[in-house]
């Protein structure tokens, strides 16, 4: 029989507690009878009552009840499911202060992470706090207590979905249309069988792919078809992997783009492909690689887990030559494709699992002068060792992670002799505890 953990009685009595820290994923740090405690939405500096939620052996999580002495940097959130949503956890922290505080965890985890101070920190990247979100996987459930389909992210710390009507952060072509939605999901046969959305939001439409666990009836494509065209949409159907997003019958194929303006560039894009959720700060950031990487014409470059190409074309427009690998084919396949149709000729793009030996393929036995990472949250540790053969004179690390960063920066310095020049933060994802980071590195 198999033997369940019996859950610990919680005191329910509220405590008070000072914050002195805030952890990676913004939540206030307290220590009571010697204990951490990790509490939500709470700020350093802030006086608080708050009531446990767990307690373990070496720490302890709670929630704010109250707050006692509030910190200047504290604000009254603008989205009235803040708490609920699990989407954001740092709307109750004021604009401009969210990002100092990513900056100041870069700093932190370097120091503690990878043993190095940041020479000189980055200007943080900053654009719009709110509907700057491009892309995301929605949540849909129907509920049958409710008689409702919600549609959206799940609650905080639970599997359930959280029950909102409107995202802030989400391009208002979707995030106001929530309930809308919803409300069409409801009148489908199948509204018990839609488990999620794909969001896919380009510069001029914006594509849904619905995931369907059976076939809609004649009727469900209708009122799909009858949405779509309502609120200016272009809704798909998904019945297995991301290759079978296929449009509505009947309907034309409509391709999601987003530009690059000051490069020249338009990027084509299948709705389930990972592409940056925000098009300001993409933008910016790669103006801030392609600068700080001086391209020339005699550069060879080397464009590490690329994506669609996403800085591999900026760079080659620049470059000599530029060489990306991905780990995905269809990926590859694509970026092959944009740079075919931007009339971009001095790239190429090959499949590589960089995780694995890459040393015999042809592409890694050349020499480049300069290098751009920009992996997952795992982080890049496995290929540095490869850099001794490419000699590369600079390297650009663009992060989602600043743990792995930071831990792969001390590689870097440490034992491969580079220097660290700059470091700082992009503010890709407002409102939430992401950080999205970027490094700068010459060899010594």
């Not at 995202?167 to 995030?175: A, T």
């Not at 249309?177 to 488990?195: E, F, H, Y």
């Not at 297995?240 to 997003?245: L, M, V």
């Not at 592409?363 to 992996?375: E, F, G, H, T, V």
Request: aromatic letters at 8%; hydrophobic letters at 40%; a neutral charge.
């Amino acid at each position: 029989m198999a033997r369940h953990r019996k859950r610990k009685t919680l005191p329910e009595t509220p405590v008070n507690a000072t914050i002195t820290a805030l952890t990676h994923d913004g939540r206030g740090v307290a220590h009571v009878d010697g204990k951490a405690v990790f509490i939500d939405e709470a700020l350093p500096g802030e006086q608080v009552e708050f009531i446990y939620t767990d307690i373990r052996k070496d720490y302890a999580e709670g929630r704010v009840s109250r707050i006692i002495e509030a910190s200047p940097q504290r604000v009254t959130p603008e989205c009235p499911h803040y708490g609920v949503c699990g989407g954001c956890s740092f709307q109750h922290v004021a604009s401009d202060q969210q990002i100092l505080i990513k900056q100041h965890l870069l700093v932190e985890q370097f120091k503690r992470i990878g043993k190095l101070d940041i020479p000189e920190i980055w200007q943080p990247l900053t654009g719009p706090h709110w509907g700057y979100r491009r892309k995301a996987r929605m949540g849909v459930k129907y509920v049958a207590a409710k008689d409702r389909v919600l549609v959206g992210f799940r609650e905080k710390k639970h599997q359930y979905l959280a029950d909102i009507n409107t995202c802030l952060v989400m391009h208002p072509s979707v995030g106001t249309r929530l309930t809308a939605l919803g409300d069409m999901i409801k009148g489908l046969s199948i509204r018990s069988q839609i488990p999620q959305i794909e969001v896919a939001i380009g510069d001029q439409v914006t594509v849904l792919a619905i995931r369907v666990l059976e076939p809609p009836s004649a009727d469900d494509i209708e009122q799909m078809r009858a949405f779509s065209h309502e609120h200016n949409l272009h809704l798909c159907l998904q019945a297995k992997g991301p290759d079978s997003i296929v449009p509505l019958p009947g309907e034309p194929e409509v391709t999601p783009t987003y530009a690059l303006p000051e490069h020249g560039i338009v990027f084509n894009f299948r709705p389930a492909m990972f592409t940056q959720v925000n098009y300001d700060i993409n933008q910016a950031m790669i103006n801030r690689v392609v600068d700080a990487l001086d391209l020339k014409p005699t550069d060879q470059v080397l464009d590490l887990f690329c994506g669609l190409g996403n800085f591999t074309l900026p760079i080659a427009k620049r470059a000599g030559k530029v060489v990306g690998i991905e780990g995905d084919l269809p990926l590859v396949n694509h970026a092959r494709a944009n740079a075919a149709a931007n009339g971009i000729n001095n790239v190429e793009f090959y499949v590589a699992d960089l995780s694995k030996d890459i040393s015999q393929y042809t592409w890694s036995q050349q020499r480049y002068n300069k290098i751009l990472l920009d992996p997952s949250r795992a982080g890049a540790a496995e290929v540095l060792h490869h850099l001794a053969h490419w000699q590369p004179e600079q390297l650009i690390y663009v992060s989602c992670n600043p743990s792995t960063l930071a831990r792969d920066a001390g590689i870097l310095v440490h034992e491969l002799g580079f220097t660290l020049v700059k470091a700082g933060v992009m503010d890709m994802f407002p409102h939430t505890a992401h950080v999205e980071s970027m490094a700068w590195f010459v060899k010594n």
